[in-house]
């Protein structure tokens, strides 16, 4: 199994560093890293949220609304950017930690501030992201333990879900 997760790591890695690929596709990866249904359900309920959110469950689509509408988590009503915030939470409070959570963090990146950039300010704003979602991914899974982490992440999931769709 030890393969298996780290087939699903990189498979999600480059999904979202290309922004290509389906989102569902990439919640299902990061679930069979987490190798938790808790967990799992967690990173659907933001992964519903996000597709609520923008319309589509497609990366590209993802990446070109925030492209041109703003990072999620700065640009929208008070309700969409909360929901990207908690959509991005739950992805870190999922992560296994260890090297694994890169593509946990990197996940959680892309849904507060989007893709890769094309601009010098954007590209501070997209890394800053990234190296969040990556950072918080590698902390949470040592201060808090999983079990617990698991049950608050679906709670920001749902809540994630009920401010994308009230948005």
Do not use: E, K, M, N
């Amino acid at each position: 199994t030890a393969r298996l997760r780290l087939a699903a790591a990189a498979a999600a890695l480059v999904l979202v560093a290309t922004s290509s690929g389906d989102v569902f596709v990439v919640a299902v990866l990061l679930g069979a890293v987490a190798s938790d249904a808790i967990g799992f359900g967690a990173l659907l309920l933001a992964t519903v949220a996000t597709v609520a959110r923008w319309g589509s469950s497609g990366l590209p689509a993802l990446a070109g609304g925030q492209a041109v509408l703003g990072a999620a988590g700065v640009y929208g009503t008070a309700a969409a950017v909360g929901s990207a915030w908690y959509a991005a939470a739950t992805f870190a409070l999922v992560s296994p930690g260890s090297w694994l959570a890169v593509p946990f963090g990197a996940t959680a990146g892309l849904l507060v501030a989007g893709p890769g950039a094309l601009s010098g300010r954007l590209a501070l704003v997209r890394a800053a992201g990234a190296l969040g979602g990556v950072a918080a991914a590698l902390l949470v899974p040592r201060l808090v333990p999983s079990r617990l982490a698991a049950r608050v992440a679906v709670a920001l999931g749902a809540l994630a879900l009920l401010l994308a769709v009230g948005s």
